[in-house]
C-alpha cells in the first residue's frame, strides 16, 4: 500500500488518538518557521494522543513535513554569549517593552535586557530571579530574563520532564543529547533577522563584528606557514 494512503490507524498499530496529533499539527500551518515552543506544545499533543516519536514521524512523513523541523532536539542550540550580547544592544530602545508598562527609560529608570527576548524592560518587569535558558543551551548559566520569559522558560522545563516521563513509560527511547555548534536559526526581531540569518548554520566569529563567521579549520600543505 502506498504510503500516502496509509489510514490513521496503521501506524499506530490501532493505539492511540493520532487525529488529535495531525489537526495540532495542521494547526500550526506549514511547519517551517516553528519555534521551540511550538514544538513542545505539539509534544505535548502527541503524548496526549499516546503516540511514540516513531508513529508521529510516520504521520509527518504522510503530512508532507520536515521531521527535523517537529524534534525538539534540533531547537535546542548553542547560542554564544558574546553574541547575544551584541544583538540585544542592538534592540535597545527608549521605553520598557512590556505592553503593560511602557515606562520611558531616564538617568532615574534605567534599562535592563533580557537574556532570552532580548528586548529592553524597566526593573520592574524583569524578573528578580535568573533562569537557565533551555533553547540556548544555557542551563547551567543563570541569566536575567524578563517576567514573561521567566514563566516562559519555567513552563518549557515542565513539558520537557514531561516528555522525558512519557517516553519511558511509553518504551520510546530518545537521547537528550544536543549536538549542535553553530549559531542556530530562530525567531529573531526584524531589526537584526538580516544579520542573525548571516549567522545561521555558519561557523560563529567570536567578535563584534556580526555580518562576519569565519571557518573553524582551513586544510593547508602539509609544508605551508
Known amino acids: 500500500m502506498p504510503c500516502k494512503q496509509l489510514p490513521l490507524m496503521y501506524a499506530t498499530g490501532g493505539q492511540g488518538d493520532p487525529e488529535r496529533y495531525v489537526a495540532a499539527v495542521k494547526a500550526k500551518g506549514p511547519g517551517v518557521n516553528l519555534t521551540f515552543d511550538d514544538v513542545l506544545e505539539l509534544e505535548m499533543e502527541r503524548i496526549s494522543a499516546g503516540m511514540t516519536r516513531a508513529e508521529r514521524d510516520v504521520y509527518l512523513v504522510l503530512l508532507g513535513k520536515d521531521i527535523a523541523a517537529f524534534d525538539v532536539h534540533q531547537k535546542?542550540?548553542?547560542?554564544?554569549?558574546?553574541?547575544?550580547?551584541?544583538?540585544?544592544?542592538?534592540?535597545?530602545?527608549t521605553q520598557c517593552s512590556a505592553p503593560t508598562c511602557r515606562k520611558a527609560f531616564s538617568w532615574v529608570s534605567k534599562k535592563y535586557g533580557c537574556a532570552y527576548c532580548r528586548l529592553m524592560f524597566c526593573k520592574a518587569c524583569m524578573d528578580s530571579r535568573q533562569a537557565g535558558i533551555i533553547e540556548f543551551m544555557w542551563v547551567d548559566r543563570p541569566s536575567k530574563v524578563c517576567q514573561q520569559c521567566f514563566a516562559r522558560i519555567s513552563t518549557q522545563r515542565k513539558q520537557?520532564?514531561?516528555?522525558?516521563s512519557?517516553?519511558?513509560?511509553?518504551?520510546?527511547?530518545?537521547?537528550?543529547?544536543?549536538?549542535?555548534?553553530?549559531?542556530?536559526?530562530?525567531?529573531?526581531?526584524?531589526?537584526?533577522?538580516?544579520?542573525f540569518n548571516a549567522l545561521a548554520g555558519q561557523p560563529y566569529c567570536l567578535t563584534d563584528c556580526m555580518s562576519c563567521s569565519v571557518l573553524l579549520s582551513v586544510p593547508t600543505a602539509r609544508h605551508s606557514p
Open 76 to 93: 535546542i542550540v548553542w547560542r554564544d554569549e558574546k553574541v547575544e550580547l551584541h544583538l540585544r544592544k542592538r534592540l535597545q530602545g
Open 160 to 164: 520537557l520532564d514531561r516528555i522525558e
Open 166 to 195: 512519557a517516553a519511558k513509560l511509553i518504551a520510546d527511547p530518545a537521547p537528550w543529547e544536543p549536538t549542535h555548534r553553530t549559531y542556530g536559526k530562530a525567531q529573531v526581531p526584524s531589526l537584526i533577522e538580516k544579520e
